[in-house]
């Protein structure tokens, strides 16, 4: 145990200091340790006296380190309650000697000691103990010597008359106090700040009710009685009298005084409940306070006054504030005395201590309430609480008659400034008199100004408490106010209100005007702030207008005229600039005008809902403000004064406008929890404020000034804001805003009529874009009452919203209002056309006069509307509406105000369309099934005739909604027909033709959805009539030129816009819009002809389209005859191709074309070339999509216009090669068309008259060529069509054209690659058949290159042979088509014609010298590549294939060969050095063929019997050709003696000896050799034939062994060595 250890210690330390003087301590302590040691708690050491005895030893031998070591463990043991009370006297004493021992730590101790009695359980109970111990205390108080223990006593007594009436609390059962109260609460920031800590503070005010309630008494328990003397001897002793009960002669006033301050504000308890303590606080307390308040005689010197009557205020104060409902009549004198005290003439600290108590008052709500409840409103008293406030303003008024109050200003300035920072303000050490005069001065006024602020405050506090109760309305709420107020405390606050306002406004208009601090402005505004608001939920009207109208003189100072003036003249030195900016209304806000702002704004928030016509004031502010904000010359000013201030940034102005025009808006926005009463009241100011600036307003707008227009800005923006704000019950309200803003646009001032547009333009937007348009419920399906009274609701406000907009519009007498509105109406379209419903028909009529305005602004604006309804309004326009809609489209489309107008128009009335054409699918889809189908629409039977009656019932109604709907949509369509119809005939031609267009996209895109019926109305009223007008004007429309616009002048000539030459004549316009009538219907028929085909009397409309299509071609214009074509040829090309086009229509498009050819004379000039291109393009593209509908008579029409065309061409053009050298266009287009022309299968027949028509331009010699061996038998299908062709062209030619020929061979050069393709696509059969004559044609073509060798058409000619054998090689081959049936003399005739071909082209055009027009090297290059090509095509292809030739034409095709290879050995050699190099290649080429037809591989050739017997041929020629090449070599050597041999006979002679070296021959070819039969034999059996042709030229070889060239003597050799080896007589060794 801790304690035992501690005394263990303590003794030994006892024992160890008596040892040798006090040897009774020693041995005792000694003893005590012992006993110590059995002891294990408190209890066991209080019930063994020798322990305490000991010390008690110890203290009373009076020595001082012994009574240190007694004193502390004594107060270890009563701490720890280890003595029994019965000791207590003893220990008493025992104290009382040590303390009147002299050392200074013993009297301490001993102090210690009592006060921890007093602490313990060992408090004494008795009154001799009592008595003896306090008197210890108060005998150690007299020690002056020693300030530690005078003060020690001092605090030991204080404690120990706390814990005395405590005790008294616990003996009467009395609640216990929370110390701390009774001392003067901490003053915070602010005065609010101090009323809500008392407020927090006032449980003894709590508990004083409670105490209020419990029943006095008038007996005391002992301990009372003991509490009860100590009173009155610390009474008697604050008196100056002896305390007799503590035996104490006197005691300081000061101290008693204070004692007696403390048990007042603690223990309240006891003063209320028991009545002999209240007797002792009214006889004598309160006497005691009186007679010290009333005396000014010094009683203990100056230095002490002052605490003193300190104490004896507090005292008072206490006494008042807690005591007040028991002591009337004490608490009235002592407030009368106080309020008495702040005008005598006291010492100025004395003020001060008096003011700092009527503050505390006043910041205390409860105690203010009390004491105006017990005095002002009760009739027998006085009204302390007016006194109270009027000697608190009192002083507050007193600082104007100050020789210092400017410094006293700035000193209470400064004082708030430090509160507010929670800094105490202290004044300097080295301050003068004068400054401490002014800073008391000033500390006087702080405390009045803070308990009038106080009293302020207070009055909100309890509004407050009466609106939490109950008692009153809170302004916020939306139900009207009650007038009748019967609660307390709404009674209790009218009364101060109507009590105090007037001496209150009074003093803070004061020090508000006079101060620049911005705390002390910051509070005085609170203050302000908190009256008005209490007035305001009061209704005391005329405080809460008193207030606010004090308040708005503080918030903008306008500079009067005088000021401005002024101004200018004290700064003469200024710059011109800023002297003008002086002049102008430069708006400063100070701080102070900023706060009060702040705080108007918040009043106003407030009390929104009560102000009413209070409103005037605050809009009168506030425009001001708004005009401020909007002011270049406005600024923000700092405080200039010397009073600490916040510090502000360059960009601190521009916050606090940001800052005040944000709580500006806010205001208004707030309206929105306002009653709807009060919002009316609030826009009625508004009007008001508005309405007198219009009055000050003349016509003239650099007269108005910009106060005004600002007013009325800040009125209409406000009002739009309200609007705004309050969309959920707009409808009271819209009249009342809307009436102001039509007023305003008839003003006369520009400005205003804008800003009323505007406005109204917001308004109307606003409204319209609410929540509640959000959903229509007139479109709902499940109708209720509910959206029925929604709907009833939403009518009213949608119709009451527009009609506003019309009733502008026609009753504005100036354009710009007119212009205004549309603007307005183009903006509710764009932004809410959506949610309108029923104000349509209104809108619709609106736009309808407007488009018959003169105006062109007004006429785009209506259009502009009219646009946003049709692209996006048109799903929310009720069905009703959308012939009144067509209509006011039509009247557009048709003003002649704007063109663009009218353009764009037209495109709407398509969108109009697609949006009508919606509803037609039903209908189109019924008469679908009904009409074109012929479908039965009876429903299918249910079981039961109940249910079939119903199904029955039920189909019908469905189909009478179906068929009303159509018919609806139906007439909505042909109306807009009609509009369109017009206005084709307008005489603005991009108005009809982008009507046309639209008319036939119309058609096209929607022409699905018509009915039979629909379309034989359009054909017949609309397309039709449109195209016979059409044509009409286009023939009859003037043909002279115009002149455009006159754009100015030059040289005193008008000068025009240039028009271009294809528009510059009605004429030509007319036919544009000719041709936009025959696009359309070309691309109705593109998309519609097989519907349109089954319409009853269709042909006779396709009849009257042809004779449009022909007078269009013959007597149009080039674009309308080509546009005539067009239509015609999408009719027939675009349904031909699927089968389900009637054969007539085509015939009638076959017929129109070949009259246009068969008019060759009448029908000339560039726009008829023009068209029989057209045609001809048209032609093929046409047989191309419907060939399988062409008949022989069709095909034969077809090329007789194609042989039309041709001849035409040629007779017009016979000199437009030569001259532009090119093929004439007519003839390009039939080049164009050609290769599409080959039949179908079903007219194979066709392909000879096609292909002998097409051969028939190509050149012919003049010589008759001769009869070959052989006729081709005639086909009689092809006999026959031939002279059906010729016999067609003789009917359909109405006009003799001549038999002509073409001069020259351009056309030809393009006609024979087309031809030969074509020849490859025919069938085998009339392949065949044409083959000779082909070939023939080709072959005189090529023999031009005699004549002009330098021309193209050989080459091409040869080009084409060459393919046409390659390609088609199979044909002449053997078994290559078993189904043909060729006779023996007709293959002979082809093969002679092919051999014909290649003798003539070979022998007599290729490798020879012809002559030139001298060629660049690359078209001879070219040229030798082409004959390259010619030579293989022979050698490589014809003679290596399988053909079926006759010997004697294989013979002759080697012979052409060798022929052609003879060109170099057969010249002498004097000549040969003279010929052109290719001709020695040619030649060298050639008899490389015939050494490849001659040679065998097996590896690589595959031999039949074509090729053994072309090998058989060519070996033999090919050994006599070698044969003399050898020895016209020799021959050649020998003649020239010592000169060269030519390049060209040695590169022969090499080339030869090299493929004899390389030839290898089949057995079989090696039997016709020329060699005996034994040898043959010889070299057969021992299979050494392959190279038997050495054998033939052995003798040749041998005589070249003697060559002069080393290189041919090699090569001889080389060859002989191999004719050796032939004949086995290689090398043999002789040894072997």
Known sequence: ?????????????????????????????????????????????????????????????????????????????????????????????????????????IQLKTLQTILIIFQSRLHPETEDNMVLGLSICLRLLDNNRSPSVYNTAAATFRQAVALIFDQVLLAESLPMPKYGSSSQTARTGSVAGDL??????????????????????????ETGKLGLRLLEDLTASAAGGSAAWLHVASLPSTFSLELIEFVLSNYISVFKILLPYEQVLRHQICSLLMTSLRTSSELEGELVEPYFRRLVLRSVAHIIRLYSSSLITECEVFLSMLVKATFLDLPLWHRILVLEILRGFCVEARTLRILFQNFDMHPKNTNVVESMVKALARVVSSIQFQETSEESLAAVAGMFSSKAKGIEWILDNDASSAAVLVASEAHAITLAIEGLLGVVFTVATLTDEAVDVGELESPRYEHLPSSDYIGKTSHLCISMVDSLWLTILDAFSLILSRSQGEAIVLEILKGYQAFTQACGVL????????????????????????????????????????????????????????????????????????????????????????????????????????????????????????ILSSLNSQLFESSALMQVSSVKSLLSALHMLSHQSMTETSGSVSSASSKQIGSISFSVDRMISILVNNLHRVEPLWDQVVGHFLELAEHSNQNLRNMALDALDQSICAVLGSEQFGEDPARSRNATLDVESKETQLKSVECAVLSSLRVLYFSAQKADVRIGSLKILLHILERCGEKLYYSWPS???????????????????????????????????????????????????????????????????????????????????????????????????????????????????????????????????????????????????????SAVRTFFQILGSHGNKLSKSMWEDCLWNYIFPMLDGASHKAATSSKDEWQGKEIGTRGGKAVHMLIHHSRNTAQKQWDETFVLVLGGIARLFRSYFPLLESLPNFWSGWESLLAFVKNSIFNGSKEVSLAAINCLQTAVVSHCVKGNLQLRYLNSVLDVYELVFQKSSSYTGDTATKVKQEILHGLGELYVQSLKMFDDKMYMQLLGIV??????????????????????????????????????????????????????????????????????????????????????????????????????????????????ELLLQAPAVEKYILFPEFIQNLRRCMMTRRDNPDGSLWKVAAEGFNRLLVEDVKLCSVGGDTDLKISKTARIRIWKEIGDVYDIFLVGYCGRALSS?????????ANETLEM???????????????????????????????????????????????????????????????????????????????????????????????????????????????????????????????????????????????????????????????????????????????????????????????????????????S
């Open 843 to 993: 809108i619709l009529d609106m736009l309808r006069s407007v488009a018959d305005a003169s105006e062109k602004d007004v006429a785009t604006l209506g259009f502009q509307s009219l646009r946003v309804i049709m692209n996006d309004g048109l799903p929310t326009l009720p069905e009703d509406c959308l012939h009144v809609c067509i209509d006011v489209t039509g009247a557009y489309s048709a003003q002649k105000a704007d063109l663009n107008i009218s353009l764009t128009a037209i495109g709407l009335l398509w969108t109009l369309t697609d949006f009508v054409a919606k509803g037609l699918h039903h209908g189109s889809l019924a008469d679908k099934g009904l009409g074109f189908n012929n479908a039965d629409s009876t429903p299918q039977q249910t079981n039961g005739e109940d249910g079939e009656d119903h199904m029955v019932s039920d189909s019908n109604k469905a189909d009478y909604e179906v068929r009303r709907q159509v018919v609806n949509h139906e007439k909505l369509l042909f109306l807009v027909f009609s509009l369109i119809q017009k206005l084709v005939d307008d005489e603005r031609p991009e108005v009809r033709n």
């Open 1413 to 1421: 027009n001298s060629l660049p090297a690359a078209a001879l290059k």
């Open 539 to 658: 209704h005391a009207v005329e405080p809460l207008n008193s207030f606010l109208a004090s308040l708005c003189k503080f918030t903008i100072v306008l500079p009067t005229d005088a000021e401005r003036k002024s101004s200018v003249v004290q700064s003469p030195v200024s710059k011109r600039s800023e002297a003008q900016v002086d002049q102008k209304d430069v708006i400063v806000l100070t701080p102070k005008n900023v706060q009060a702002l702040r705080t108007l704004f918040n009043i106003a928030h407030r009390l929104h809902n009560v102000l009413g016509p209070s409103w005037v004031l605050v809009l009168e502010t506030l425009a001001a403000l708004d005009r401020a904000i909007h002011s270049p010359h406005a600024t923000t000013q700092e405080v200039t004064t010397a009073v600490p201030k916040l510090t502000r940034e360059p960009s601190r102005q521009y916050a606090d406008f940001s």
């Open 196 to 221: 809500s800590q008392n407020i927090n503070n006032s449980e003894p005010l709590e508990k004083d009710a409670i105490c209020g309630r419990l029943t006095t008494r008038d007996t005391l328990s």
């Open 1203 to 1316: 042989d039309l065309a041709i001849k035409q061409a040629i007779i017009n053009s016979e000199n437009f090669e030569s001259e532009y050298g090119h093929v004439p266009p007519v003839l390009r287009h039939v080049l164009e068309i050609l290769p599409s022309l080959g039949p179908p299968e079903h007219l194979s027949s066709m392909w000879l008259i096609l292909l002998r028509e097409f051969l028939h331009y190509l050149p012919r010699v003049d010589s008759v060529l001769p009869n070959e061996e052989g006729e081709i038998e005639k086909n009689n299908i092809g006999h026959c069509a031939s002279g059906e062709v010729l016999e067609h062209k003789a009917d359909a030619s109405s006009e003799t054209i001549p038999t002509t020929r073409i001069t020259t061979n351009m056309f030809a050069e393009k006609l024979i690659p087309a031809l030969v």
């Open 1 to 105: 145990m801790a304690l035992v250890a501690a005394l263990e210690a303590d003794l030994r330390a006892l024992s160890a200091e008596a040892r040798r003087r006090y040897p009774a301590v020693k041995d005792g302590a000694e003893h005590a340790i012992l006993k110590l040691r059995s002891s294990s708690s408190a209890s066991d050491l209080s019930s063994n006296e020798d322990i305490l005895r000991i010390f008690l030893m110890a203290c009373g031998v009076r020595n001082t380190k012994l009574s240190v070591i007694g004193l502390s463990c004594l107060q270890k043991l009563i701490s720890h309650d280890a003595v029994e009370p019965s000791s207590l006297k003893e220990i008493l004493y025992t104290l009382k000697d040590h303390s009147e021992m002299a050392e200074e730590n």
């Open 1429 to 1631: 090509a010619f030579l293989n095509g022979l050698g490589d292809i014809i003679l290596m294939s399988t053909v079926d030739a006759p010997r004697e034409v294989l013979e002759r095709l080697v012979s052409t060969l060798d022929r052609c290879a003879s060109r170099t050995c057969s010249l002498p050699v004097e000549t040969v050095e003279l010929m052109p190099a290719h001709c020695s290649r040619f030649s060298l080429t050639c008899l490389q063929k015939l050494f490849s037809l001659s040679s065998f591989s097996s590896e690589t050739k595959e031999w039949h019997s074509t090729s053994a017997e072309v090998s058989k041929i060519s070996i033999i020629t090919l050994m006599a050709r070698c044969e003399f090449i050898l020895c016209t070599f020799l021959i050649d050597e020998n003649n020239l003696g010592n000169r060269p041999i030519p390049t060209a006979r040695l590169e022969e002679i090499i080339f030869i000896l090299q493929e004899l070296g390389h030839l290898s021959i089949h057995p079989e070819v090696a039997s016709v050799l020329p060699l005996q039969p034994y040898l043959k034999t010889i070299l057969r059996e021992d299979n050494r034939d392959t190279r038997a042709h050495l054998l033939v030229l052995f003798p040749s070889l041998c005589e070249l062994v003697l060559s002069r060239e080393t290189q041919v003597r090699e090569l001889v050799q080389v060859l002989l060595r191999a004719v050796a080896m032939e004949l086995g007589l290689e090398k043999v060794s002789l040894s």
